[in-house]
């Protein structure tokens, strides 16, 4: 899953360490909060990149 960033707020009262970020992203996986979208992978974009590799 594909979990967006944590409203800064929030992240800042609760603590910034790697535990607190994954329960958060679990729990926003959970609770069905977590709608990001990963990158496809193909457009111009990704052909450029595969361009610059070669």
Do not use: F, H, W, Y
């Not at 609760?14 to 193909?42: H, W």
Request: glycine fraction near 8%; avoid cysteine.
């Amino acid at each position: 899953m594909e979990v967006n960033q944590p409203d800064r707020s929030t992240r800042r009262r609760r603590g910034k360490t790697d535990a607190v970020d994954a329960e958060a992203a679990a729990l926003a996986v959970l609770s069905g909060i977590a709608r990001a979208l990963p990158k496809s992978g193909d457009g111009q974009v990704e052909a450029l990149r595969m361009l610059r590799l070669a």
